[in-house]
């Protein structure tokens, strides 16, 4: 199975700060990497697919980039209500894998 | 709009089955364009895919627990369950059931059923 490795596993960063989260994998996936963020108590919500393309309805000030073993999901400009955890998951074949998760606190 | 809810027992004894039912409202369960996973959540930690059905009935399993489960899918119900047996305490988690687009991954969830396995 792909695995996929997330850094930092946290971070504590304030309103306004561009946040950057790094995933690898251990092996080329394409551009075949989706984001997930989790606000505790809720289940997953689907940010970024294909590694940089947008889910309908999701802030602009997310935004993902990268292919093959290396991406990253960039928050522009922090906001409180993006306190929670994020989660990369690849998309290149069965069996699905993620990361272990970032969580972004805001200080 | 689509709608995904789990439903099954919220206890379930050491070496029993674990069974839940995902119930899908909106008009996506025939598409071939979706299929229908599960996806597991320990307490405090992370994310695990558990399987993922088709609706017409094709499986795919997590090599890890392929073993301990069983995928079905009732159609006429709008309905996909799971059966995960022989379960341990490590099986105690929130389960989620997700619809999974061919292009996007899981792009909807329902809100997730902690099943806690104790005697």
């Known amino acids: 199975a792909i695995q996929l490795t997330q850094s930092p596993s946290s971070l504590s960063a304030s309103v306004g700060d561009r946040v950057t989260i790094t995933c690898r994998t251990s092996?080329?996936?394409?551009?075949?990497l989706t984001w997930y963020q989790q606000i505790p108590g809720r289940p997953p919500k689907l940010l970024i697919y294909?590694?940089?393309r947008l889910q309908s309805g999701v802030p602009s000030r997310f935004s993902g980039s990268g292919s093959g073993r290396e991406f990253t999901l960039t928050i522009s400009s922090l906001q409180p209500e993006d306190s929670a955890t994020y989660y990369c998951?690849?998309?290149?074949?069965?069996?699905?894998?993620f990361g272990q998760g970032t969580a972004v606190e805001i200080k | 709009q689509l709608d995904l809810q789990e439903s099954g027992p919220g206890l379930v004894k050491p070496s029993e089955t674990l069974s839940l039912t995902c119930t899908v409202s909106?008009?996506?369960?025939?598409?071939?364009?979706?299929?229908w996973g599960w996806i597991r959540q320990p307490p405090g930690k992370g994310l695990e895919w558990i399987a993922t059905?088709?609706?017409?009935?094709?499986?795919y399993y997590n090599p890890s627990l392929r073993r301990r489960l069983t995928l079905s899918v009732d159609t006429s119900k709008s309905q996909f369950s799971v059966n995960l047996y022989s379960v341990t305490a490590a099986d105690t988690a929130v389960y989620y059931c997700?619809?999974?687009?061919?292009?996007?991954?899981?792009?909807?969830w329902g809100l997730g059923i902690l099943v806690t396995v104790s005697s």
């Open positions: 092996q080329d996936i394409a551009s075949a």
């Open positions: 997700a619809r999974e687009n061919t292009v996007t991954s899981f792009d909807s």
């Open positions: 998951q690849h998309f290149y074949g069965y069996p699905w894998t």
């Open positions: 909106g008009d996506s369960f025939k598409t071939t364009t979706y299929y």
């Open positions: 059905i088709s609706s017409s009935g094709s499986t």
């Open positions: 294909d590694a940089a």
